[in-house]
């Protein structure tokens, strides 16, 4: 390989860097240059190979996805209707794919803030993420007003919808989602736990 990058060089010192006439070719290959591009695809990993190096550093918990579509009415707390539906489905752990509707308010805690900041609406629902398990769940909410102003964070309970709120939920039921307090951050973060076993399989931050 070194050879193949010597022998590169010296074809930039023997071609100069003079401009191609018109019509001529822009690049020449020469036979060094092909062998460093086979050198460089040989080593680059695929397949399986690739999938071993990524999963010796870290092991990453998988699951099948079912989609469960369900509908909040009006009146209904956003943050509490969505975990009644979590509990009674008797789902281990959830993912919040998609939410469109609207709020009457929206209960929100800023990042770093331990206070919560209400505001009034109607309110449209610009986007709903997170994930929930049976003790408890992580979401973050972005609303807008009538006039387009979006505001974003944690939603907490005190979000009642006005009109509607359309959620689509990822349920995975091989893996176990449940909430612990984490002693380097004294927040209850995400414990990632594959189902019918006692290790964690994964401790995400979640705030």
Do not use: Y
Not at 68 to 97: E, F, I, K, N
Not at 129 to 146: F, K, M, Q, Y
Not at 149 to 158: A, I, R, S
Request: charged share 15%; with cysteine; net charge neutral.
């Amino acid at each position: 390989m070194i050879a193949s990058l010597v022998e590169v060089r010296q074809h930039v010192r023997d071609n100069g860097d003079a401009s191609p006439q018109f019509g001529e070719p822009m690049f020449r290959p020469t036979p060094a240059i092909f062998s460093l591009l086979a050198l460089l695809v040989v080593s680059i990993p695929r397949g399986p190979a690739a999938a071993t190096t990524r999963s010796a550093t870290q092991e990453v918990p998988t699951s099948a996805v079912r989609a469960v579509a369900l509908r909040l009415l009006p009146g209904d707390d956003l943050r509490q209707g969505l975990l009644r539906h979590v509990r009674s489905g008797q789902w281990s752990a959830v993912s919040v794919l998609t939410c469109v509707g609207s709020l009457k308010q929206a209960t929100i805690r800023f990042a770093n803030q331990n206070e919560t900041w209400c505001t009034t609406g109607p309110l449209e629902i610009v986007s709903l993420v997170g994930t929930a398990g049976p003790d408890g769940a992580h979401l973050h909410i972005a609303v807008s007003d009538a006039e387009g102003h979006t505001v974003g964070g944690h939603l907490m309970d005190g979000s009642p919808i006005h009109t509607t709120a359309e959620i689509v939920l990822a349920v995975l039921p091989d893996l176990r989602f449940q909430r612990v307090t984490d002693p380097h951050t004294g927040f209850r973060e995400l414990l990632i736990s594959p189902v019918g076993t006692s290790e964690p399989a994964s401790r995400v931050p979640a705030r």
